[in-house]
């Protein structure tokens, strides 16, 4: 018995390590091909390395299988495990592959980088906004540290980039007042007529309200027929000047009717409802062709037709408002509807051409008995408020009759002729509104018949005396 031991013992000795040996004969090598630890920049291409596996016998990659995906749009470690398995062998080895964000985050400065700031005065943040590639917005991550004259901003990622920029503070006043003129650039003066000066505001950056710095030159004889100029002129406290011109026509406004006696011969065309795609550019084609400046008392049209009121206002033409709906029974409910209508196209006339008008019309007239029906006595009471908010409205002395009892262009031409005088300001009153086209075919007709009698065009401004009708409600 103990000799079978001794025999068992000694092949099992033999037996063991050559199965190990054998064993581990098959056992392969296995590498990564590459670095164990790769890095990948964000939004690049990971190229897949692999591994090999090599034992006694030689290579034998095709039995390792590859686990592991490496999202490179997404920061993060990403580990790729390659094992190696054939029959009862198995074994594994793995990389870490690292996706970084290297890319720093962009701050953009609302003004820029160097500012002028007012002297004397705190700097007020303009703005700023960081964006990051990877985060978005991280606007709110904001650092900011100030000195007196410069402004530094941080910010960081959550990949630990940081981007910091600066912003330069110099404490100068380095832009000149602005000044507004109240009223029209160009003004028409009849001769021996005082010149009434429509006012002005100047307004400052740093020093705000500067009109009783302007000073105020001008060389107008209202004696003598000419053209005239009034220079405006400011200067802020840190020497910036602005200068703005107004220039004044004085014209003969006198006709002679006998010897040694005169009467004015001023004719004011007005024309109502515009503007309008069909006759308000064949209206402008013919003032220019003669040389006759108008007056437009607008209204609400399609946003299309800005560029005839931008067009009417370069040409020097009188931008005047009408009504914004032209609807008797809104407009004329309350004094608070008819205001909110009137402003509502002022806005628009400003917004259009740079400058508040406040030159109107009522929709029919003053002297309309149509506002009865909608509230008694408002034109009383509109008439007052006019005045009060700085508005001087016109009616008319001389009818066209295109809106109503005219039925083609003899008839518009007759009455116009008819009702001027040589006695008196003649307004007229007629509609540019779509194809109003017996208007304006006796248009030129009628300036020519006018300019051959001795009379003179203007367009209506703060010195035309006002024609008004007597108020009937």
């Given at each position: 018995?103990?000799?079978?031991?001794?025999?068992?013992?000694t092949?099992?000795?033999?037996?063991?390590?050559?199965?190990?040996?054998?064993?581990?004969?098959?056992?392969?090598?296995?590498?990564?091909?590459?670095?164990?630890?790769?890095?990948?920049?964000?939004?690049?291409?990971?190229?897949?390395l692999?591994?090999?596996?090599e034992?006694?016998?030689?290579?034998?990659?095709?039995?390792?299988?590859?686990?592991?995906?490496?999202?490179?749009?997404?920061?993060?470690?990403?580990k790729?495990?390659?094992?190696y398995?054939?029959g009862?062998?198995?074994?594994?080895?793995?990389?870490?592959?690292?996706?970084?964000?290297?890319?720093?985050?962009?701050?953009?400065l609302?003004?820029?980088?160097?500012?002028?700031?007012?002297?004397?005065?705190?700097?007020?943040?303009?703005?700023?906004?960081?964006?990051?590639?990877?985060?978005g917005?991280?606007?709110?991550?904001?650092?900011?540290?100030?000195t007196?004259?410069?402004?530094?901003?941080?910010?960081?990622?959550t990949?630990?980039?940081?981007?910091?920029?600066?912003?330069?503070?110099?404490?100068?006043?380095?832009?000149?007042?602005?000044?507004?003129?109240?009223?029209?650039?160009?003004?028409?003066?009849?001769?021996?007529?005082a010149?009434?000066?429509?006012?002005?505001?100047?307004?400052?950056?740093?020093?705000?309200?500067l009109?009783?710095?302007?000073?105020?030159?001008?060389?107008i004889?209202?004696?003598?027929?000419?053209?005239?100029e009034?220079k405006?002129?400011?200067?802020?406290?840190?020497?910036?000047?602005?200068?703005?011109?107004?220039?004044?026509?004085?014209?003969?406004?006198?006709?002679?009717?006998?010897?040694?006696?005169?009467?004015?011969?001023?004719i004011?065309?007005?024309?109502?409802?515009?503007?309008?795609?069909?006759?308000?550019?064949?209206?402008?084609?013919?003032?220019?062709?003669?040389?006759?400046?108008?007056?437009f008392?607008?209204?609400?049209?399609?946003?299309?037709?800005?560029?005839?009121?931008?067009?009417?206002?370069?040409?020097?033409?009188t931008?005047?408002?009408?009504?914004?709906?032209?609807n008797?029974?809104?407009?004329?409910?309350?004094?608070?509807?008819?205001?909110?209508?009137?402003?509502?196209?002022?806005?628009?006339?400003?917004?259009i051409?740079?400058?508040?008008?406040?030159?109107?019309r009522?929709?029919g007239?003053?002297?309309?008995t149509?506002?009865?029906?909608?509230?008694?006595?408002?034109?009383?009471?509109?008439?007052?408020q006019?005045?009060?908010?700085?508005?001087?409205?016109?009616?008319?002395?001389?009818?066209s009759?295109?809106?109503?009892?005219?039925?083609?262009?003899?008839?518009?031409?007759?009455?116009?002729?008819?009702?001027?005088?040589?006695?008196?300001?003649?307004?007229?009153?007629?509609?540019?509104?779509?194809?109003?086209?017996k208007?304006?075919?006796?248009?030129?007709?009628?300036?020519?018949?006018?300019?051959?009698?001795?009379y003179?065009?203007?367009?209506?401004?703060?010195?035309?005396?006002?024609?008004?009708?007597?108020?009937?409600?």
């Open positions: 018995m103990k000799k079978f031991l001794i025999v068992i013992i092949v099992l000795g033999i037996l063991i390590p050559l199965t190990l040996s054998i064993y581990f004969a098959f056992i392969p090598n296995l590498e990564l091909k590459g670095s164990k630890n790769q890095k990948v920049v964000l939004n690049n291409e990971y190229k897949e692999g591994a090999s596996a034992n006694l016998f030689g290579k034998d990659n095709y039995k390792i299988e590859v686990q592991g995906k490496v999202d490179t749009n997404k920061v993060g470690t990403y790729i495990k390659y094992t398995k054939d009862l062998i198995k074994k594994s080895v793995v990389r870490n592959v690292k996706v970084i964000d290297e890319e720093s985050p962009i701050i953009t609302e003004g820029g980088e160097e500012v002028f700031v007012c002297p004397n005065t705190e700097y007020e943040e303009l703005g700023y906004n960081a964006t990051d590639n990877y985060d917005d991280i606007t709110d991550k904001v650092k900011i540290t100030k007196d004259s410069l402004i530094k901003y941080t910010v960081k990622d990949s630990s980039n940081t981007t910091t920029i600066e912003r330069n503070l110099k404490y100068e006043d380095k832009e000149s007042p602005i000044i507004t003129l109240s009223g029209n650039e160009s003004i028409s003066l009849p001769l021996g007529q010149y009434k000066e429509p006012g002005y505001s100047a307004i400052d950056n740093c020093d705000g309200d009109n009783k710095e302007v000073k105020v030159t001008n060389n004889d209202v004696n003598k027929v000419g053209n005239y009034i405006y002129t400011v200067i802020d406290k840190s020497g910036n000047e602005t200068s703005i011109t107004r220039t004044v026509k004085v014209y003969n406004n006198k006709v002679q009717i006998k010897q040694g006696i005169y009467k004015s011969s001023m004011y065309l007005t024309f109502d409802d515009g503007p309008s795609a069909s006759i308000t550019p064949k209206v402008l084609d013919i003032l220019k062709e003669t040389g006759v400046k108008a007056t008392f607008v209204t609400c049209k399609s946003d299309s037709l800005n560029y005839l009121i931008k067009r009417a206002h370069d040409e020097g033409h931008i005047a408002l009408h009504t914004c709906s032209h008797y029974s809104q407009i004329y409910k309350s004094e608070t509807a008819f205001f909110d209508d009137l402003y509502t196209i002022s806005n628009k006339v400003k917004s051409t740079g400058v508040e008008s406040k030159i109107t009522f929709p007239g003053s002297s309309n149509v506002s009865r029906q909608y509230n008694s006595g408002i034109m009383s009471r509109l008439v007052s006019m005045n009060e908010k700085g508005f001087t409205y016109f009616d008319w002395n001389v009818g009759g295109d809106a109503g009892g005219a039925s083609n262009k003899n008839d518009v031409y007759n009455n116009v002729i008819k009702g001027i005088s040589p006695t008196k300001t003649n307004v007229v009153l007629m509609h540019d509104f779509e194809n109003n086209y208007t304006l075919n006796a248009l030129k007709d009628i300036i020519t018949t006018c300019k051959n009698a001795g003179t065009f203007a367009a209506i401004d703060s010195n035309t005396p006002q024609i008004a009708h007597g108020v009937n409600n």
